[in-house]
């Protein structure tokens, strides 16, 4: 949990149009020291319109915190936004009219980065926290799909057992595209919604080389391996052939075009880990990203 930009969501939250009557917020802390805590009283103090409900999760892990805040939701709509990410005024109600409007089981928007004062150039020009965006109405599949922000319905979450999001992912990520891919196998349908825009802080520990390679790997190496489970060790084993020649290709494009600029090489390299993580994805080692 990140208590300043939370207090910067909770406030934009406060100023949906969808009238606040119609809506809960629920504020899971990951963090059994409630480090949130403070923060959201402040919030409840400032916006007692707003009905807030805050719990702590214990277990340590992404899908622990995730599966406490479904469980904890009375709403027949979950709507689901990071706790470092602030949402427009028409937010909420543009995801639920696009969603009604296409009969879809879920209503997703885009996440557009912000940059701080100081970002350095390069990192904007690798387009790294960038993320794809389509035309209001588009259907798209699951591999697209994430929790950043989205509108589901209740039912249709809650009715994967035991638990909505795997606790496999709980420390490498790929929970959300993994209930999306089981929600997909479901028949649910999926619309893009290009109005409701939410702002993704990235912050300075994140506009790093190496954390773009860290997480380029770790993205690459969980997807596989939850691919691989279902594939032949002899396929797996081709597909970690391709990733290996990947590797290598791009790690050694990136430093010829290295006199380009940084961020050509950022995103080449960025490609050669997602090769190497098809190698990693033959063994049972996962790479944490989120203690």
Request: charged share 25%; hydrophobic share 40%; with cysteine.
């Amino acid at each position: 949990m990140r208590p300043e930009q939370l207090g910067l969501l909770l406030e934009s939250l406060s100023k949906q149009t969808f009238p606040l009557v119609n809506f809960e917020v629920i504020v899971v802390d990951n963090d059994h020291s409630a480090s949130a805590k403070s923060v959201v009283n402040e919030a409840i103090r400032l916006y007692p319109d707003l009905y807030i409900l805050y719990e702590i999760e214990p277990n340590q892990g992404i899908s622990y915190a995730r599966n406490h805040t479904v469980a904890l939701a009375k709403g027949d709509l979950l709507a689901f936004i990071d706790d470092d990410e602030c949402a427009n005024q028409n937010w909420l109600f543009d995801l639920v009219n696009t969603m009604e409007k296409y009969r879809a089981d879920a209503a997703l928007g885009p996440v557009v980065p912000h940059y701080p004062q100081g970002t350095r150039q390069w990192v904007i020009n690798s387009s790294f926290f960038e993320r794809p965006r389509f035309t209001t109405g588009t259907f798209i599949k699951g591999k697209t799909c994430r929790t950043g922000n989205a509108l589901i319905v209740a039912g249709k979450v809650k009715s994967r057992q035991p638990s909505p999001f795997d606790d496999r992912f709980a420390q490498t990520g790929y929970e959300d595209q993994d209930l999306f891919k089981w929600l997909e196998e479901q028949g649910c349908k999926f619309v893009w919604c290009d109005e409701a825009e939410v702002h993704e802080e990235v912050p300075a520990i994140r506009q790093s080389l190496s954390y773009m390679l860290e997480r380029g790997l770790r993205v690459s190496a969980t997807y596989w391996q939850d691919v691989n489970r279902e594939r032949s060790r002899v396929r797996a084993f081709m597909e970690a052939l391709i990733g290996v020649g990947i590797g290598f290709v791009f790690a050694v494009w990136g430093l010829c075009i290295f006199p380009a600029g940084l961020h050509r090489t950022a995103r080449s390299w960025v490609i050669s880990a997602k090769g190497f993580g098809r190698v990693i994805a033959l063994t049972d080692y996962r790479l944490a990203g989120y203690r």
